[in-house]
């Protein structure tokens, strides 16, 4: 079956601007979590929704945001975009909540200029 | 400290074994995990343990954990020039109200020489 499908797979924005990300989970999925990957700080949690509410939360601020749809898409916003959102941003699907497996994506690449 | 510790390089010649090791701080971790990462590319889940297991095996990998020290270990038989990857460890946390997201490790770039 298919995997974890995100799109695009590679941005370019400028500063102040926003920007939407898209992740289709594996069919059947209905927890989707998004991580930033960065090389100073990492791979860090960002929130991971189920049946189209958010259950989890990292630390990071307001301007990161999300939704899940009824067929479990999933979407990311960040607003007003710093240099240091530059990052590879990764989407992981499980089928439950407890991320028993979760699979991940091959990612977006956002680099902010 | 790092809630989940890892060395960043490991370096073995192509057909020799190779032992990733990781150390996490936190005994609630319910689920333990390993990632490889090509360049340019996602995570694949390798494998995982769950906390009441001290050892997984599948194919070339084996899993070791000792829960009472916080170790994971993660095992490749002869290894090959395939596996050079980065190798993330991760643990999952029920709070019990949902899972809180994986803890990363910052990852081991595992160098095969031939």
């Known amino acids: 079956k298919a995997g974890v499908t995100q799109t695009p797979r590679y941005l370019i924005k400028t500063r102040g601007q926003q920007v939407t990300l898209s992740c289709s989970p594996i069919s059947g999925h209905r927890s989707v979590s998004w991580y930033q990957q960065t090389p100073g700080q990492g791979l860090q949690f960002l929130f991971e929704y189920f049946s189209e509410t958010q259950r989890n939360k990292g630390n990071f601020p307001g301007r990161f945001s999300g939704r899940q749809f009824s067929n479990s898409r999933s979407e990311m916003n960040v607003s007003t975009l710093e240099l240091g959102d530059s990052a590879l941003y990764l989407c992981?699907?499980?089928?439950?909540?407890?991320?028993?497996?979760?699979?991940f994506g091959q990612g977006t690449r956002l680099t902010v200029v | 400290g790092e809630d989940v510790e890892q060395s960043l390089f490991l370096s073995v010649r192509e057909g020799d074994s190779s032992v990733i090791n990781c150390t996490y701080t936190d005994s609630s971790s319910t689920y333990l995990y390993w990632y490889k990462q090509e360049p340019g590319a996602g995570l694949q889940l390798l494998t995982y343990?769950?906390?009441?297991?001290d050892m997984k095996q599948d194919q070339r990998l084996t899993v070791l954990l000792n829960k009472k020290d916080k170790h994971l270990s993660l095992r490749i038989a002869d290894t090959q020039t395939g596996d050079s990857a980065i190798y993330f460890c991760?643990?999952?946390?029920?709070?019990?109200?949902?899972?809180?997201?994986?803890?990363f490790g910052k990852g081991t770039h595992l160098i095969i020489q031939p």
């Open positions: 343990i769950f906390s009441n297991m």
């Open positions: 991760a643990e999952s946390r029920d709070s019990g109200g949902g899972a809180d997201g994986l803890t």
């Open positions: 992981a699907s499980c089928y439950g909540t407890a991320n028993t497996e979760a699979f």
